[in-house]
């Protein structure tokens, strides 16, 4: 061999060995579309992953597009935008209609959705809500959440007047006194409080847990789920990394969250968040997952949707929710 030909040869071997022994370069990262609600009970796992590594260790390049209600989401997953998507009780809604296969789930939203009302126009308990104009946006968290107040306090839901409205819109009526209540999810709570001083909080959904817990969880779009179960058990072991590590250093995972993704936010309120919020470790998880605690849950949450759309025929939590990816994934 002619130096020219060792030189080549040598070259050659010298730079399969590198390929060889820093696979992180030489293997491409499968990318994720990701569509999320940016609120801690949604998002927290998924900033705490992508902060930690804990995708990337994975292989998953998360690509991240924020809305403002999980009906927005979810139209966007429908329509193609998006692989999967992370929401609130809305994950139990659509996928009723045939539309996303419910995987993976965040957390209960025990106190997360509220009812405010104003003092200062007589609204003092839930009998005086009858005839009056509560704003809200219908078929999210908080609807649910007021549909299940208003029953369990003796109010016929029908003996009020539902103001449906973006929650941006449905905070500002009601700082505005042209509602007197308002039923809403964190942290809109925060503007209420600040903006209306004499404002009251009369119930939280944590007084309705556990007989009727509204959870909050992700999504994928029908053909993602069947083509790329593999990539999205790669996601679950992600995000169980995560939320193990909130659980675990809770104070330091909150105070990471608020310096690097809610600035404008004080500590003390994504504190107050994440307390209105109940976490279990993946393990827990596997057991609910398993004994249908779960699926019972979504079915609730499904069972109000389409009655209020008025539904009869949908599919069951039992089959638009899969627990065997999780199942397996962390087997």
């Not at 025990?110 to 704003?135: C, E």
């Amino acid at each position: 061999m002619d130096r020219r030909k060792f030189l080549a040869t040598t070259a050659g071997a010298a730079l399969t060995g590198v390929a060889l022994s820093s696979p992180a370069i030489a293997q491409a990262k499968t990318k994720l579309r990701v569509g999320y609600l940016h609120t801690v009970a949604v998002d927290g796992q998924i900033w705490t992953g992508m902060d930690r590594g804990s995708f990337d260790k994975q292989g998953l390049d998360l690509e991240l597009r924020q809305f403002n209600t999980g009906l927005e989401i979810f139209q966007a997953l429908i329509g193609g935008s998006l692989d999967v998507l992370s929401t609130g009780a809305v994950v139990s809604n659509f996928p009723a209609r045939g539309q996303g296969k419910v995987f993976l789930i965040n957390d209960i939203e025990v106190a997360t959705a509220q009812l405010w009302v104003r003092s200062d126009q007589g609204i003092k308990t839930f009998a005086d809500l009858k005839g009056k104009r509560i704003a809200t946006a219908t078929g999210t968290t908080a609807h649910v959440f007021l549909d299940k107040a208003l029953r369990a306090n003796k109010v016929d839901p029908k003996e009020v007047e539902l103001l449906n409205q973006s929650m941006p819109a449905a905070v500002t009526a009601f700082i505005s006194g042209a509602v007197p209540a308002v039923a809403l999810w964190v942290p809109f709570n925060v503007t209420v409080r600040d903006k209306v001083p004499g404002a009251v909080k009369l119930a939280d959904a944590s007084a309705y847990y556990p007989q009727a817990a509204i959870i909050g969880g992700w999504a994928a779009r029908n053909d993602y789920y069947d083509g790329n179960r593999e990539t999205l058990s790669k996601l679950v072991r992600g995000w169980a990394e995560a939320n193990d590590y909130i659980i675990a250093n809770s104070a330091e995972a909150m105070e990471s969250l608020q310096k690097k993704h809610y600035s404008q936010t004080p500590l003390s309120d994504i504190n107050e968040q994440f307390k209105a919020q109940k976490m279990f470790t993946s393990k827990d998880w596997k057991r609910m997952y398993s004994d249908e605690t779960v699926t019972n849950w979504l079915q609730q949450s499904t069972d109000f949707f389409m009655a209020n759309a008025n539904i009869k025929d949908f599919t069951p939590a039992k089959t638009y929710f899969d627990p065997s990816l999780y199942l397996k994934a962390l087997a």
